[in-house]
């Protein structure tokens, strides 16, 4: 599962297009235990997932016990026939009637995290009779990464430590806007092979450091600052994370002292990475460590989560979760420490669990250092 080898894209997507024949055979699996016949997908992430289709957002794959289609519009009529791997596609506007006709009296069910009230009515309007409802129907399929998606994942990282290196000890230095070094992480990471960014980089500096989602502002970079900077690369649809804190010349107490606390609680709860480990276990490997300097209810919020088509997925790294690590999962480990008023900090890497532990694969170097 840690093996690594070459990247190559367009061998990643054959793999992906010979895997979607098993993939849509879990689906139905797992639609027939929810009492439905037929399966209309709308979350974008879901619709890449089960297509390969890069403009998500605009279509929806129907799955049905013995077929499957790509639903999107006449915009995409080349793009999907160049990209997708279901070799049934519908060219509409007018989604949910064609879904309606495809269907012969089957029972459909919908994803209820992703279908509006004014959705479904439509939806039910053409049908003329109710859906079913469903909830994560695909999140344990996702959760597990399939060796070309762990390639994918890999690569975004990659890219995140290219740029990352590129730029920190380019631009960061006194006087330097955040938004400066965000627009830079960006532009490196689109001419290293990234689709785009992961999301909005985070670029904290001084008492915006406080802010565990402070996005690049026009505050210039004081000599001082302890900056915390959140980026990722985001290549064939996958999402890379990683979080480093940088200091701009010396930095003072009480951040200095933070920000070892938080290392030493971040590789906790990298060390706590492995097949069958609970996820309220990990994040308390973390989490308790802080807690025993006194600042843990300075972080207040997950250890980590899992990544992949979003930025955001299972399984879950907190005190809350449900979640049970096993192979092929990538998920962040990131604690962090925040002080209104004074500053904060959060380091992050991304990691594979693997049949024996945990893979980092953000590499860039996490100890403290100064630069500027």
């Not at 979607?20 to 997932?49: F, H």
């Not at 049905?64 to 639903?71: E, P």
């Not at 670029?203 to 959140?230: F, N, Q, W, Y």
């Not at 009480?254 to 994040?283: C, E, K, M, N, Y």
Request: proline share 5%; hydrophobic share 45%; charged share 25%.
């Amino acid at each position: 599962m840690s093996e690594t080898r070459p990247f190559d894209a367009t061998e990643l997507q054959r793999e992906a297009a010979a895997a979607a024949p098993a993939l849509l055979d879990a689906v139905r699996a797992r639609l027939t235990d929810s009492g439905a016949e037929a399966l209309l997908v709308t979350a974008p992430a879901n619709v890449r997932y089960l297509s390969g289709f890069s403009s998500p957002e605009d279509g929806a794959v129907l799955v049905t016990l013995d077929d499957a289609w790509l639903i999107t519009d006449d915009r995409y009529t080349v793009q999907a026939g160049e990209e997708s791997w279901l070799s049934n596609q519908v060219i509409t506007r007018e989604i949910f009637e064609r879904a309606a006709g495809l269907l012969e009296g089957q029972t459909l069910a919908v994803e209820a995290d992703h279908m509006t009230i004014a959705w479904r009515a439509d939806l039910e309007r053409h049908l003329n009779r109710p859906v079913v409802t469903t909830q994560d129907l695909l999140r344990p399929l996702r959760m597990v990464k399939r060796p070309f998606e762990v390639a994918w994942l890999r690569e975004a990282a990659r890219i995140t430590d290219v740029a990352f290196g590129q730029v920190v000890d380019a631009t960061l230095r006194p006087g330097v806007r955040e938004l400066d070094v965000a627009l830079e992480l960006e532009r490196a990471m689109r001419a290293e092979g990234a689709d785009g960014v992961s999301f909005e980089i985070i670029v904290a500096s001084g008492p915006r450091s406080a802010m565990p989602h402070g996005v690049a502002s026009h505050r210039p970079i004081e000599a001082g600052d302890l900056v915390t900077i959140d980026c990722g690369a985001r290549v064939g649809g996958y999402h890379a994370d990683m979080t480093r804190a940088i200091g701009v010349g010396a930095v003072q107490e009480p951040l200095r002292s933070w920000f070892d606390a938080v290392l030493a609680a971040q590789r906790a709860g990298v060390a706590a990475i492995a097949p069958g480990a609970d996820g309220t276990v990990v994040d308390a490997a973390a989490r308790d460590l802080l807690t025993a300097v006194g600042l843990g209810d300075a972080f207040g919020h997950s250890l980590g989560h899992g990544t992949g088509l979003d930025i955001h997925e299972g399984p879950r790294l907190s005190p809350r979760s449900k979640d049970t690590l096993a192979p092929g999962m990538v998920v962040t480990v990131e604690p962090g420490v925040y002080v209104a008023g004074t500053g904060g900090l959060r380091i992050e890497d991304l990691v594979l669990v693997t049949d024996t532990g945990g893979e980092v694969l953000s590499h860039t170097p996490k100890d403290y250092r100064e630069v500027g």
